[in-house]
T-cell receptor, first 114, second 114 residues
Framework: NAGVTQTPKFQVLKTGQSMTLQCAQDMNHEYMSWYRQDPGMGLRLIHYSVGAGITDQGEVPNGYNVSRSTTEDFPLRLLSAAPSQTSVYFC?????????????FGPGTRLTVT | AQSVTQLGSHVSVSEGALVLLRCNYSSSVPPYLFWYVQYPNQGLQLLLKYTTGATLVKGINGFEAEFKKSETSFHLTKPSAHMSDAAEYFCAVSDDFGNEKLTFGTGTRLTIIP
């Protein structure tokens, strides 16, 4: 099993550009989530999904969109990048109890917005 | 609303010494509590979690944590530090009972002194 994979690993965007961060898991997990990690702030939940076709907002959803058309994939879209979105982004997945189960994290995407 | 406070953003201990990382939580309902570890340039990995039952929880790599309701604490300990324990450690608490979201603390970076 590859676990949770994320692409790209690094990305530099200009303000106003859009892009999609990819996340895929091969563990047949229902629950998937996106976090951002900023220095001194820990991880903050952006969006999450409890299954295909179901998504919900987390703590910091503004400026981000998600969709879940399959169990395996959970892409995160930045609509119009802003410097405040410079961060490390982690995708995670877990089994039927969601975040109360062990979450498996991807290796992260380091995004810089200039 | 739930919250987590990790005392000490940086902790240094000598190799072979006791590791103690502090976590206090606030929750309006019986919490689920977690410790995750992040090694450099990697995603997070679950160390241990408390749900119900025994208040002393043992995790991977010789770590353990004790849930103390009266002190609203869930401190992480390891009797003898190893160089490989150098990492960042995050405490997390579940959202309202049955909700599948976690609130993470700001993290504690553990340095091991040879």
């Amino acid at each position: 099993n590859a676990g949770v994979t994320q692409t790209p690993k690094f990305q530099v965007l200009k303000t106003g550009q859009s892009m999609t961060l990819q996340c895929a898991q091969d563990m047949n997990h229902e629950y998937m989530s996106w976090y951002r990690q900023d220095p001194g702030m820990g991880l903050r939940l952006i969006h999450y999904s409890v299954g295909a076709g179901i998504t919900d907002q987390g703590e910091v959803p503004n400026g981000y969109n998600v969709s879940r058309s399959t169990t395996e994939d959970f892409p995160l879209r930045l609509l119009s990048a802003a410097p405040s979105q410079t961060s490390v982004y982690f995708c995670a997945s877990s089994d039927f109890q969601g975040a109360l189960d062990e979450q498996y994290f991807g290796p992260g995407t380091r995004l810089t917005v200039t | 609303a739930q919250s987590v406070t990790q005392l000490g953003s940086h902790v240094s201990v000598s190799e072979g010494a006791l590791v103690l990382l502090r976590c206090n939580y606030s929750s309006s309902v019986p919490p689920y509590l977690f410790w995750y570890v992040q090694y450099p340039n990697q995603g997070l990995q679950l160390l241990l979690k408390y749900t119900t039952g025994a208040t002393l929880v043992k995790g991977i790599n010789g770590f353990e944590a004790e849930f103390k309701k009266s002190e609203t604490s869930f401190h992480l300990t390891k009797p003898s530090a190893h160089m490989s324990d150098a990492a960042e450690y995050f405490c997390a608490v579940s959202d309202d009972f049955g909700n599948e979201k976690l609130t993470f603390g700001t993290g504690t970076r553990l340095t091991i002194i040879p």
